[in-house]
């Protein structure tokens, strides 16, 4: 089975400082996501990797940044965090290949911005 | 980007039949029509997929109108764990085909009335 694993379920972290978000899949995936969740909002994709250094934005990058050095993980950095960044973080991968592949997700952080 | 119309909120009687309905009227001859579902705190996870043909699996049947731009999603005897978020989701499997993103909207929130 595809897993993919973010580093923390919960997250309290003060305005202003520089947060790490940090996923890893063990399925050897091309394709990775970061997606926030919020009330009334759905998911919205921040930035999406289809390949090691390779990043597009998505709806909404501002504010956020991502990393992907190697294949098996994908960071989301908030530079200087904000209150209105509190959400839950949802991280995902898929494979390539397949035409009708799916997108595996992991459980989440919760981020509080205080 | 073609998009999806989904009721916000559905209700049915444990171990009846539900039929979650999806508009996409915009729908292009190359978007697969993709299901997830989110149980509460978990990331979505992925249901059923179709093109034009009707799908079953083990989870749930695809109905898919014949000029694909509504379907329905048809969970044939709901239990209490089928309560979740489901979201219909198209996704271009194009010349962008690796690179594409998904996107999702904020679904329809089952409730399985014991």
């Known amino acids: 089975d595809v897993k993919v694993t973010q580093s923390s379920r919960y997250l309290v972290k003060r305005t202003g400082e520089k947060v790490f978000l940090e996923c890893v899949q063990d399925m050897d995936h091309e394709n990775m996501f970061w997606y926030r969740q919020d009330p009334g909002l759905g998911l919205r994709l921040i930035y999406f990797?289809?390949?090691?250094?390779?990043?597009e934005k998505g709806d909404i990058p501002e504010g956020y940044s991502v990393s992907r050095e190697k294949k098996e993980r994908f960071s989301l950095i908030l530079e200087s965090a904000s209150t209105n960044q509190t959400s839950m973080y949802l991280c995902?991968?898929?494979?390539?290949?397949?035409?009708?592949?799916?997108?595996?997700f992991g459980p989440g952080t919760r981020l509080t911005v205080l | 980007d073609a998009k999806t119309t989904q009721p916000n909120s559905m209700e049915s009687n444990e171990e009846e039949p539900v039929h979650l309905p999806c508009n996409h009227s915009t729908i292009s001859g190359t978007d697969y029509i993709h299901w997830y579902r989110q149980l509460p705190s978990q990331g979505p996870e992925y249901v059923i997929h179709g093109l034009t043909s009707n799908v079953n699996n083990r989870m749930a049947s695809l109905a898919i109108a014949e000029d694909r731009k509504s379907s329905t999603l048809i969970l044939h005897r709901a239990t209490l764990r089928d309560a979740a978020v489901y979201y219909c989701?198209?996704?271009?499997?194009?010349?962008?085909?690796?690179?594409?993103?998904?996107?999702f909207g904020t679904g329809t929130r089952l409730t399985i009335i014991p």
């Open positions: 989701i198209l996704r271009d499997v194009g010349s962008n085909f690796g690179n594409e993103k998904l996107t």
């Open positions: 990797s289809y390949d090691v250094k390779m990043k």
């Open positions: 995902a991968s898929r494979g390539l290949g397949v035409v009708t592949d799916t997108q595996y």
